[in-house]
């Protein structure tokens, strides 16, 4: 495609329901990466994939989030039983070849409540 | 352990007046520098990258920074604000030059008055 499309633009959860983010990469783009963007802060690195390997998860901050990439192409942020504190934008990006500068998503609006 | 401080988290200027947003780096190694601008409800978009080929690097839309290495600082400049310049900046630092782990600042809201 044109650029990075991230799907739903606005999610609003209720505490505790599990959400699933979807990032459709630029076509062909070997790297993807996942942030997370609290209100007024700049965004947080959460995880990198190269391909369908995860190569660093590093940034993810519970075991209630999981990312998954599994044909190299689309990806998705998983988050169980959501918080208040889960409550951010949720930035995707893509690059390729790695090292190349990252192109990023509209992003995810989470909202939980 | 990387870092990027960005001074100010609001600036405003006047159309037509000069553009410093303020980044100051912490790196134990040669630092790869960058700055992003965000527009409303968008992502983010490069507007320039230092990767230690030159001191003064030139990016979209007439902004460039300047690297300085005595200062451990990557200042972005503007000559001339234009309205269209009113976004959200941000600073990030990477140092393994792949742009993979970006660190980025909190970022400096310009406005840009008539």
């Known amino acids: 495609g044109a650029g990075v499309s991230q799907s739903p633009r606005y999610k609003v959860a209720k505490r505790g329901q599990d959400v699933a983010l979807r990032c459709d990469p630029i076509?062909?783009?070997?790297?993807l990466f996942w942030y997370q963007q609290a209100l007024g802060q700049g965004p947080e690195f959460l995880t990198y994939f190269q391909n369908e390997a995860q190569l660093d998860k590093s940034g993810l901050p519970s075991d209630r989030f999981f990312a998954e990439r599994p044909e190299g192409s689309v990806s998705t942020l998983k988050i169980q039983r959501t918080q208040q504190e889960d409550s951010a934008v949720y930035l995707c990006?893509?690059?390729?070849?790695?090292?190349?500068?990252?192109?990023f998503g509209n992003g995810t609006r989470l909202t939980v409540t | 352990a990387q870092s990027v401080t960005q001074l100010g988290s609001h600036v405003s200027v006047s159309e037509g007046a000069l553009v410093l947003l303020r980044c100051n780096y912490s790196s134990s190694v040669p630092p790869y520098l960058f700055w992003y601008v965000q527009y409303p409800n968008q992502g983010l978009q490069l507007l320039l990258k230092y990767t230690s080929a030159a001191t003064l690097v030139k990016g979209i839309n007439g902004f460039e920074a300047e690297f300085k290495k005595s200062e451990t600082s990557f200042h972005l400049t503007k000559p001339s604000a234009h309205m269209s310049d009113a976004a959200e900046y941000f600073c990030?630092?990477?140092?393994?030059?792949?742009?993979?782990?970006?660190?980025f600042g909190t970022g400096t809201r310009l406005q840009v008055t008539l």
């Open positions: 990006a893509s690059s390729s070849p790695p090292g190349s500068p990252l192109h």
């Open positions: 990030a630092v990477s140092e393994t030059g792949t742009a993979s782990k970006l660190t």
């Open positions: 076509s062909g783009h070997v790297s």
